[in-house]
């Protein structure tokens, strides 16, 4: 709202230097965003709030003003021109929706000489940023900006039969507005008619056909309060917003409606203008002053500090309220009509800290009464999550929720999307079902950028229909593309493949405590086939990781392996891991093996598991995959593996014998179930303690 | 047998001895040759008398020197790794042994974590060590707990700030955090002290301050008197955590339909403090927003059968992306969702 310093004293002497007053009006919640020099006048920009209408002109700003600077404000009188010709003799006004429109003031002034306005009523126009018209749309321009209460001007011989109808438009009514435009009226929306035809949109714009002309010689002032919803949604429904529109769909000032006719016509009578004799004041319901209770007690209670009773009456007072004792301590609050905002005691409470200072209420510590137990084990989880990742080299980010549609259908989560009725952009106008597509553009954008290699993970929601619900679920995802960080002098750079994206699944899984947990190759859409696995915790799928489908990556514009994984988190966590329990920590050395042997390439690594997990070998403790190669030493259809064994006792050292007799055990059983053949020669059978 | 028996055990201990004074690789080997050399080693000759013992006492005293050999080979090998670890076999100053000290250390690689989930973190530990829990909640969310409940009636021009994307007429992405104190206080009676960090969403047109998605973090407190003196207190604690102990805070009066009195919490410009008239960041007015707060509306409280009379409250909100963008001289928030590695990085290990 643009406020002119030099208006503002049409209503209360301001005299403080212009920063101070600036900065006390802060310190009230009126913020000024920007001071404009106008030739000896200052015009602020006032930031305003959507709860106070009454700001949106220079009188309820001059009324905060002398609420601050305990001043008056200044009495002016609007003299007029009358006629003896009264006004319900030349005008009708009938409302038939009375909810719509509490109450409707006009006039007629006639032989208005229309012409440009006097250079002082241009400049306030100029200074609202406003071309002056004429004098008349001037004088209701000036009205609106001076007083926050909207009036409208006709020409009164357009009016058909001198009748004004405030009414419901009708099907099918069209109304030609001021700007030209053709608006189609809808049954809901408010309109201004004569005995025959709509002519204003009402609280909104005026209609073409009726407006101020150089022809026009007598004029109706309208000045009228609306329904706020009722305005807000017929400006929506056409795309208008206007300043009357603006104000009206706040809430004008119920009890100043005929004041601001009378402004408008005074004015007009001085420029030559005579004002038909009496208002025509159409207000079926008159409203009732709202009367709040206000505790002297309460105060204290909600700001923690003591306001004199003598400071709350004060300032009130000047705010326009009319303030009565009603017991010791609390008062009975009658509302003035323009404080459309006020109707509780918070409410008043408000207006006595704004005034009082919130700088001079006391800074204390919120004490703690109670503390809640309950855990969140969620957020330990995803700090587990991170910690994990994070140490395992990747980096994290945090992508849009939404996706373009066609991205969405490609990545083929098989999940039906949630749209965006009305969206930013056709390119995010659904919201993700899946994190991979996301992560794809983050490592497509880093490798254009000469980054050799991106391994990033996200924790965020993805969104689906399930039927007619809505379902979000938090993911984790993971894309691991090109060279690996950390390369440094003693060692090169070396690929991401698929086993470093699966180790940091397992690493995760293992800090969680979900164990055990499996691998299952699965094929799934986001993957190229056979290049799939799913992650299982209790025997159900939580996720999958595999090799990005090279289609994919290709229209992300990534032409390296991309391997990548999604968790299902708010599946995982919704299952419980058995409680964790720590094992006694070994007293006796214990020896480990190495074997090499040659695989048929057809048989599975964790067949090895499988097969042994059948067998009773209460000293084998573990084995892990030391060295795995192929190549022309080899039979083209076997792999070299060398797997490390180890054996412990838990009471005792080993004997070197009972650890053959274990290791040949599981030597031929391997043999047998696996085709294993041990490669002669290079069998290292050096013996290791741990 | 008795007699092989304890040279075994004699020897193990001496064995022990031994070991515990060798300190450097010629000692080390010393000891090896001691006790396994080919041709004179203790356990070397021990195998030579196994010849000696009677058939039926064989097999144990073999067992017994087997095991014995077992153990010195094992804590040989042991020793021998400590050493090479302690004492690198090349020494002294000659220009062979000569280090490069001056060499680059070797680091793991450790990832880095997203710049606001660092900053939201810093921000969560300010609270929780006050006393605050952490609560979460949807992103889709009805137009009831983001709206109406929170006293926007409906067709209000104050909806107006909240920009609003939506998925179905009463369906909609919230447009701030604000919901989850509606769900909260549903479902917990007073004592409530909580905080509510998460993603939001407005109907923004993307400029440098702008986005249509970014982080929020809102707090909470509803108890038996609580008051405005207590919002003033705790959020100048968090501020001075956050921006250190000389930074300047003031209040001032704004509105927000669900706090009544509503305030808007500034700090000094840590930019120009003010002393540039052409700051972009607080535009030479020496202040920057940073926090919305207030009392809790009665209305607000009602709406989740609270007692206004019984109860009061206090909340503040505040946008995770403008604040970092603030702390940090960042002055364009889309760089946190354009995930350039090269920008999260500098948040992490170098
Ligand atoms: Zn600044």
Redesign the pocket.
């Known amino acids: 709202m643009k406020i002119s310093l030099d208006w503002i004293r049409e209503f209360v002497t301001v005299d403080i230097p212009r920063q101070e007053l600036l900065d006390r009006l802060t310190m009230i919640g009126l913020v000024a965003d920007t001071v404009e020099e106008r030739d000896g006048d200052a015009v602020l920009d006032l930031e305003t709030y959507a709860n106070r209408p009454d700001t949106l002109g220079h009188l309820g700003v001059a009324r905060e003003i002398g609420a601050m600077l305990e001043l008056s404000l200044k009495e002016k009188s609007w003299p007029l021109a009358e006629l003896p010709q009264a006004t319900t003799e030349i005008a009708d006004v009938q409302i038939s929706s009375e909810n719509l429109c509490p109450r409707y003031c006009g006039l007629v002034v006639r032989d208005v000489p229309v012409g440009p306005s006097p250079d002082w009523l241009r400049r306030r126009v100029e200074a609202m940023g406003l071309r002056p018209i004429n004098n008349v749309v001037d004088v209701s321009n000036y009205v609106l900006f001076a007083t926050a209460q909207p009036i409208h001007t006709f020409d009164f011989g357009k009016i058909g039969g001198g009748k004004i109808v405030v009414r419901k438009a009708k099907r099918g009514e069209t109304l030609k507005d001021l700007d030209g435009r053709t608006l189609e009226l809808a049954a809901d929306m408010l309109v201004i008619a004569d005995e025959s035809r709509p002519v204003a949109l009402a609280g909104v714009i005026g209609g073409e056909a009726s407006g101020i002309t150089d022809a026009t010689r007598d004029v109706f002032i309208e000045s009228a309060n609306f329904d706020p919803v009722s305005i807000r949604k017929t400006a929506k429904k056409l795309g208008l917003s206007t300043d009357a529109s603006y104000r009206f769909e706040r809430g004008a000032d119920v009890g100043f409606a005929p004041q601001a006719a009378l402004m408008a016509a005074s004015l007009l009578t001085q420029m030559g203008g005579q004002a038909s004799r009496g208002l025509i004041d159409v207000y079926p319901k008159p409203h009732k002053p709202k009367s709040v209770r206000l505790r002297l007690r309460r105060i204290a209670e909600l700001l923690g500090v003591d306001v004199p009773e003598s400071f709350v009456v004060e300032v009130l007072g000047r705010l326009g309220f009319r303030v009565e004792a009603a017991h010791k301590g609390s008062w009975r609050v009658e509302v003035p009509t323009f404080r459309v905002d006020v109707g509780r005691e918070a409410d008043l409470i408000e207006e006595v800290a704004r005034f009082y200072g919130y700088d001079r209420i006391p800074s204390e510590f919120s004490p703690v009464r109670s503390f809640d137990l309950s855990v969140n084990r969620k957020r330990e989880r995803l700090g587990r999550i991170r910690q994990t990742l994070l140490g395992q080299g990747f980096d994290e980010v945090i992508n849009w929720s939404f996706a373009d549609p066609e991205r969405e259908a490609a990545a083929g989560s098989g999940l039906q999307p949630v749209d965006v009725q009305n969206p930013i952009s056709s390119r995010a106008s659904v919201l993700r079902t899946t994190l991979v597509p996301g992560l794809l553009e983050n490592a497509a954008w880093n490798l254009n950028r000469g980054l050799e290699g991106v391994h990033v993970f996200e924790l965020g929601n993805v969104f689906y229909w399930e039927g007619e619900k809505h379902r979000e679920e938090l993911r984790l995802g993971l894309v691991s593309t090109g060279l690996l960080p950390g390369a440094g002098w003693t060692s090169g750079p070396a690929e991401t493949d698929f086993y470093v994206l699966k180790g940091a699944l397992e690493a995760l899984m293992e800090a969680l405590r979900f164990e055990p947990f499996a691998f299952e190759e699965r094929d799934h859409a986001y993957f190229e086939e056979g290049r799939a696995l799913a992650l299982l915790y209790k025997g159900q799928p939580v996720g999958c990781l595999g090799i990005l489908r090279k289609s994919l990556a290709a229209a992300a514009s990534v032409d390296r392996t991309v391997f990548a994984a999604e968790i299902d988190l708010t599946g995982l966590f919704e299952k419980t891991p058995k409680p964790f329990q720590y094992a006694p920590v070994p007293r006796f050395p214990g020896v480990s093996r190495d074997l090499s042997f040659l695989l048929d390439r057809g048989v599975a690594y964790q067949e090895i598991g499988k097969v042994l997990a059948k067998l009773n070998l209460p000293l084998l403790e573990g084995f892990e995959l030391r060295d795995r190669f192929s190549g022309p030493s080899i039979p083209a259809d076997k792999v070299s593996l060398t797997v490390r064994f180890r054996f412990r006792h838990p009471q005792r050292t080993l004997v070197a014998e009972e650890v053959d007799r274990v290791e040949q055990d599981i030597v031929g059983h391997l043999r047998s179930a696996m085709n294993i053949q041990l490669r002669e020669g290079k069998i290292d059978n050096r013996t290791r303690a741990n | 047998m008795a007699d092989l028996k304890d040279r075994v055990e004699g020897l193990r201990k001496a064995f022990e001895a031994e070991a515990l004074k060798v300190g450097d690789a010629k000692s080390l080997e010393e000891l090896r040759t001691a006790f396994l050399g080919r041709k004179k080693g203790h356990v070397t000759l021990l195998f030579e008398d196994l010849k000696t013992v009677p058939a039926e006492g064989k097999r144990e005293a073999g067992r017994l020197i087997n095991e014995l050999k077992e153990s010195v080979t094992v804590r040989l090998d042991a020793i021998e790794g400590q050493l090479s670890l302690a004492w690198p076999s090349v020494s002294g100053t000659s220009a062979e042994a000569k280090l490069d000290l001056t060499l680059p250390g070797r680091k793991k690689y450790v990832g880095a974590a997203h710049p606001l989930v660092l900053f939201q973190q810093e921000i969560e530990n300010v609270f929780l060590g006050m006393g605050f829990t952490i609560e979460e909640g949807p992103e889709i969310e009805t137009d009831y707990y983001n709206f109406e409940a929170l006293n926007f009636p409906p067709h209000h021009p104050a909806r107006d700030s909240w920009d609003t994307l939506y998925i179905k007429d009463d369906l909609l992405l919230r447009t701030h955090t604000s919901p989850v104190q509606i769900r909260v206080m549903e479902k917990k009676k007073p004592p409530i002290r909580i905080i509510i960090p998460g993603r939001v969403f407005r109907r923004e047109t993307p400029d440098p301050t702008h986005l249509p998605m970014f982080m929020q973090i809102e707090g909470l407190v509803v108890d038996e008197g609580a008051t405005f003196a207590h919002l003033k207190g705790t959020l100048e604690y968090f501020i001075r955590a956050l921006f250190g102990e000389k930074i300047k805070v003031r209040f001032r009066p704004s509105f927000f339909p669900f706090t009544e009195p509503s305030a808007e919490v500034d700090i000094e410009?840590i930019?120009?403090?003010?002393?540039?008239k052409s700051?972009?960041?607080?535009?030479?007015?020496?202040w920057?927003e940073i926090l919305g707060s207030g009392m809790v509306d009665p209305q607000v409280l009602k709406n989740v059968n609270i007692d206004p009379e019984k109860y009061s409250g206090w909340a503040f909100g505040l946008g995770i992306d403008r604040t970092a963008m603030f702390a940090y001289g960042i002055t364009e928030m889309r760089h946190f969702y354009e995930n350039d590695l090269r920008f999260i990085r500098q948040f992490g290990a170098k």
């Open positions: 410009c930019v120009c403090g003010g002393q540039d700051c972009r960041v607080c535009s030479g007015t020496g920057k």
